[in-house]
């Protein structure tokens, strides 16, 4: 897979941005916690985008359907995202509803995606660090979930451990709804995204 791959930069704006959330580097690859890197890497796949790296996140650009996109993963570390989506927004001039932002969520079970137009954390770090940063909650955003086989005091080793084999065969599809689901919201919108693939 090329996710890591660098490219020249050729400087195109975009209409939306997706911006799936996760932590940069080897350790971190395959697991929950990164599932947001895995969709805006499906998506890349898609639409034949390249990446390279630019200001705080490694970036792709994009059409889809006479649509500019761009597709970012935020290499600040998830507690640290807002650092990276605030960037995202200035340089591009990107209104913050015209972004995706997708996270994983312990409270879905394996599989399930959400789309909401906007809300609260859930008490996902990488979304309250974004509110902050923005100091708002008005931007859409996707869930995928991950489930919550943990015990008492596990949820961060939980969600930095890898998706197990039978997992996979749930995640899997997720991601391919959830880079469907993406590409909806490039080209009709949020609410059309949320009643084609809530679920």
Known sequence: MGFFSRKKDKGAGSNRII????????KYEGTRHNIGFEVVEAIADRINADWKDKGRSTI???????RKLLLAAPQTYMNRSGLAVDELLRRNRVD?????VVVDDIHLDTGV??????????????????????????????????GNDFGQGRQAEYVLEQFSSEERTLIDPAIESARDAALTF???GIVTAMNRFNG
């Open 186 to 188: 490039v080209t009709d």
């Open 113 to 146: 995606i959400r789309i909401r137009q906007k809300g609260g954390t859930g008490g996902h770090n990488g979304l309250d660090d974004i509110i902050d940063w923005l100091d708002s909650d008005d931007f859409p955003r996707m869930r995928i979930g991950v």
């Open 60 to 66: 792709a650009d994009g059409r889809w359907r006479g």
């Open 96 to 100: 913050p509803q015209n972004i995706l």
């Open 19 to 26: 911006i799936g959330l996760g932590n940069p580097g080897m």
